[in-house]
């Protein structure tokens, strides 16, 4: 056990420490120990060491020693079981949590020592643990329920269809292009968690891209206002088209009648900048945080809707930000709807790669991830401590 270990290591370091001084002080009366003795009644004194008539001393000192260091060994064992009682109740409240109930929190108590920090760096992971797994319990019963959402109303219309004794090949077809449909809105649903797990993994091999070349191939046909100046990046170029056409779809989507939607790409010191504004529904601060996970829409509204979003296009916008090493900013408009700005960091130099590689190498083989994680100007003075960084109006 790791407890007993460092409890009989620490005992034998009290007792090490303790024979290692016990033999210099009792080294030093020996040592210094001489007689004096006169030849003749006018000689030269002569100095002589009796080491061999002191031998009884001698033994009896090692003796007292060798007790004196047994003793020093409890005690060690003692004082380090004592010292160690916090750790070992600290490493069984954890197994318990950990594989019981991860709302459990350990007791750190009032003393500002190690053993307390420590607590307070498990109850923190253990915190992050359980709003991980209870995002993923969420994330997998909204999965779930939107891929059955679909099947249950496509059994529908066909039990429908067949029940009717006065089926025509006019009403059949109906009902196949409304299970046609469905199967579509199933088929897009995958396509978004697909597109979700795979930038949620990273980037396997980064290439070099305008990002407004990659815009204007996804609002061809999009009617939205555009200005899209060069912007050289470095990345995925497919993850970067989703990411852009989920902005734009998200702006286009979530309007008003009459409203408008913008993109602008720029560079700015070196890193393609892409930013798309629209008007919309109102959309309190504190919401804007939420809209970036899965599954998640304004209000009380229900995932589904009839223009067939299903609340993941800002949820992979995140991911995709995060996989580049991008920084999201969002701000929420005063008179409705989003600005939302990501920022790329700067393409690195081809020397500076071929130098990272060499590093690498040298290093076994590893891999070396730069990220940018300078800030944006905020457009407020609150501090923006949650991912994405949300501004208010």
């Known amino acids: 056990m790791f407890s007993g270990s460092l409890r009989i290591r620490l005992a034998l370091l009290y007792g090490g420490v303790f024979l290692v001084l016990a033999l210099v002080v009792l080294s030093i009366p020996f040592l210094a120990v001489s007689e004096t003795m006169h030849v003749g009644s006018s000689g030269t004194p002569v100095v002589s060491y009796p080491g061999r008539s002191l031998l009884p001393q001698i033994t009896v000192a ?7 260091v047994a003793l020093s060994l ?51 992971l253990f915190a992050r643990l359980e709003a991980s797994f209870e995002s993923q319990r969420h994330f997998v019963a909204n999965a779930a329920h939107e891929l059955r959402t679909p099947l249950a ?33 199933q088929e897009k649903l995958i396509d978004a968690l697909l597109t979700l797990a795979g930038s949620e993994q990273g980037i396997a091999r980064a290439e070099r891209f305008d990002l407004a070349e990659v815009a204007a191939s996804v609002i061809a046909d999009a009617k939205i206002e555009a200005r899209l100046d060069p912007a050289p990046a470095e990345g995925d170029p497919r993850l970067a088209e989703s ?3 989920n902005l734009v779809g998200n702006a286009l989507r979530h309007n008003v009648p009459g409203g408008w939607a913008s993109i602008e790409t720029s560079a700015v010191g070196g890193r393609a900048v892409l930013r798309v504004s629209n008007i919309g529904p109102l959309i309190p601060p504190a919401e804007v945080d939420r809209l970036f996970q899965p599954f998640q829409r304004l209000g009380d509204e229900r995932v589904r809707r009839r223009d067939g979003g299903h609340g993941l ?13 991008a920084e999201l900013t969002v701000h929420a408009r005063s008179e409705g709807g989003l600005d939302i700005t990501v920022i790329f960091p700067p393409a690195l130099d081809v020397k500076v790669k071929r ?35 949300r501004c208010t109006g």
């Open 153 to 185: 109303a496509e059994r529908t219309v066909l039990q429908v269809a067949l029940r009717d004794p006065e089926a025509s090949v006019a009403s059949l077809r109906v009902a196949c292009d409304e299970v046609l449909r469905l199967g579509q809105q």
């Open 74 to 124: 409890g005690v060690g064992w003692l004082m380090a079981g004592r010292l160690l009682r916090p750790l070992r109740a600290i490493v069984a409240t954890a197994r318990d949590i950990s594989a019981t109930n991860l709302s459990r929190r350990l007791r750190t108590g009032d003393r500002d020592d190690e053993f307390s920090r420590l607590g307070h760096t498990l109850n923190d």
């Open 313 to 325: 296009g800002l949820a992979i916008v995140r991911a995709i930000a995060v996989a580049h090493g």
């Open 355 to 389: 130098m990272l590689r060499l590093v690498a190498g040298v290093a076994g083989h590893g891999m070396i991830t730069a990220c940018s994680t300078r800030k944006l100007p905020n457009r407020s003075s609150s501090p923006l401590s949650s991912w994405p960084r």
């Open 243 to 245: 990411l852009v056409a």
């Open 62 to 68: 090692l003796i007292t020693l060798a007790i004196a």
